[in-house]
């Protein structure tokens, strides 16, 4: 993807913040948005903080998923949670904590969501190629991260 289709991107996504509409259709507006637009981007949803220690499925665009609630620790999403940093898998095939939701899924990116220091959910990926991500994709899916969070929590 060319930096100058993430800027066009993280425009409309400024533009999707700020239009007349709930947080949940905002963020369902997102996720069709970011999976229309980038080629290796399957499966795109937004998992919301709980309580202590769960994630709940919010807006996605892409399949129905079982994985409606994962506790912190669980799969790729739970992982990501209990260490609040970034969670990349290139590989599915390859790692042991993982929950399955598609057999065609072959690789998996989840971006933590901050309000100051505190974890409000996640932006999570799922691609059906192997190995697509690159740090550009990271840096990119943080900054629609941070919009989200300082326009939606
Ligand atoms: N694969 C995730 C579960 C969520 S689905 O990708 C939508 C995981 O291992 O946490």
Known sequence: MRGTEREAILAEIR??????????????DICELLRKRVDHYDWVGFYLVEGDETLVLGPFS??????????????????AA???????VQDVSRENNYLSCS???????????????????????????????????????????KIVSDALF
């Open 15 to 28: 533009d999707i913040v700020r239009k007349s509409a709930s947080r949940d259709e905002k963020l369902r």
């Open 82 to 88: 209990a260490l609040k940093k970034p969670f990349l």
């Open 103 to 145: 057999p065609l899924v072959k690789s998996e990116l989840v971006v933590p969501i901050f309000k100051g220091e505190v974890l409000v959910g996640e932006l999570d990926i799922d691609s059906h190629k192997l190995a697509p991500f690159n740090d550009e994709d990271l840096k990119f899916l943080q900054d629609v991260c």
């Open 62 to 79: 892409g399949e129905p998923t079982v994985h409606v609630r994962i506790k912190f620790g669980e799969g790729i999403c739970g992982q």
